[in-house]
């Protein structure tokens, strides 16, 4: 009967061990991606504290966790709320099918286009594919 207590504990200890290696590992990833997405911190900190990871990793965590902690959370929200700049590819505003003909008009007038070119523009502009 004593056997089967030892096993029984064995396990539990073994589930016990198991999820603690689980949460320091997604301690140790979380730790490197907030390294990695820090803007403020420049290349040589970055080394510096991955060095440290892999070296020291559990006491690492803790002094990062302690010193940083703060500002992981402030580093996260970005991702989620991100605009595109200002100039980035904003959709124009479709030009009303008048004045593409009219533009186009102009230019077969002044000998810019041909009638040929004119008509295909004005067909485009009316919404027909050719």
């Known amino acids: ?19 603690a290696f689980v949460v320091y590992l997604f301690a140790v ?17 970055k080394a510096a504290w991955t060095l440290f990871l892999i070296f020291v990793p559990f006491l690492t965590v803790l002094v990062y966790v302690i010193a940083r902690g703060a500002g992981m959370v402030d580093r996260l929200e970005p991702r989620g709320n991100y605009q595109p700049p200002e100039d980035y590819a904003q959709p124009q505003p479709l030009a009303a099918p008048a004045s ?7 230019l077969v007038d002044a000998g810019v286009i041909t009638p040929g070119e004119f008509e295909a523009l004005k067909s485009k502009a009316l919404g027909n594919r050719y």
Not at 1 to 19: A, C
């Open 1 to 19: 009967m004593d056997s089967v207590w030892s096993d029984f504990w064995s396990v539990v200890w073994l589930f016990l061990v198991g999820f």
């Open 29 to 45: 990833i979380t730790v490197l991606r907030d390294i990695y997405r820090d803007r403020t911190l420049n290349g040589w900190g």
């Open 100 to 106: 593409e003909i009219k533009r186009a008009k102009e």
